[in-house]
C-alpha cells in the first residue's frame, strides 16, 4: 500500500470513528432530550429485526400560508414484538426513538421499523414544538388496511379531532413501507 493510500484509510478511520464517538455520545443522553441534527433520521439500525418503513411528511399550521420550518419532532415506537424496553432512573425512555428538526422546506423523513402491536394497532408516537407553538403529543396509527388508512378515519390520529393528511401504507419493490404524514397543528 501506498504512503498516500495508506494516508487516505488513516483518515477515513478516524472519520468514521469519530461518527461513532458523536453517536455513542448521544445514546447516553435520553432520546427527548438530544439535540436534534437533521431532518432526516434513522430510528433503527439497519440490523433491527423487523419490517422497513418509511415516514415522510411536512409540519402545516391552521390559518397560514405554507408549512412550518425548523419545527422540532420527537418519535419513539415499540419494536417488531410490541416492546418499548427501556426506562432510565424511572423515567420512560423508549430503546426505538429519534428526535428531528424540520428542513427549510419543512419536510421530514424517518426510517425505521414496522412497530409491534404495543396497544393495538401498530403506531408511532410524536410529540412536536416549536417557537409559536403549543406542544402537541400525536400518534400515527399503521395499518395495511385500506378501511383504516382513510384519510376521514378517526384513528389515524391522536388525540381525536387531530389533523393531518396520511398517505395508506405502500411497499416498494424492495419490501419497505412507505407512509405520508403532514401534521396540521392549531
Known amino acids: 500500500m501506498t504512503w498516500t493510500r495508506r494516508a487516505l484509510a488513516v483518515l477515513a478511520l478516524g472519520a468514521a470513528l469519530a461518527g461513532c464517538a458523536k453517536h455513542a455520545a448521544q445514546t447516553d443522553v435520553p432520546c427527548r432530550d438530544r439535540k436534534p441534527e437533521s431532518s432526516d ?16 411528511g411536512a409540519v402545516y399550521r391552521r390559518g397560514r400560508a405554507g408549512a412550518v420550518a425548523g419545527v422540532t419532532i420527537y418519535a419513539y415506537h415499540s ?18 426513538c429519534g428526535i428531528l428538526r424540520t428542513d427549510s422546506l419543512d419536510r421530514y423523513r424517518i426510517r425505521t421499523i414496522m412497530p409491534g402491536h404495543a396497544e393495538g394497532t401498530p403506531h408511532i408516537h410524536f410529540e412536536v414544538w416549536g ?30 379531532g387531530a389533523k393531518g393528511r ?6 416498494d419493490s424492495s419490501g419497505v413501507y412507505h407512509c405520508t404524514w403532514d401534521i396540521l397543528l392549531e
Not at 433520521?41 to 415522510?56: D, K, N, S, W, Y
Not at 406542544?135 to 391522536?158: F, G, I, K, T, Y
Not at 396520511?166 to 411497499?171: F, I, T, V
Request: hydrophobic share 35%; aromatic share 4%.
Open 131 to 160: 417557537k409559536g407553538l403549543v406542544p402537541r403529543s400525536l400518534v400515527l396509527n399503521l395499518s395495511s388496511s385500506p378501511r383504516l388508512v382513510a384519510p376521514e378515519n378517526p384513528l389515524l390520529a391522536w388525540p381525536p
Open 41 to 56: 433520521i434513522v430510528i433503527a439500525p439497519p440490523g433491527e429485526p423487523g419490517e422497513r418503513l418509511e415516514v415522510t
Open 79 to 96: 419494536d417488531s414484538t410490541g416492546s418499548y424496553t427501556r426506562s432510565s432512573g424511572g423515567r420512560f425512555n423508549p430503546r426505538l
Open 166 to 171: 396520511q398517505s395508506g401504507l405502500a411497499r
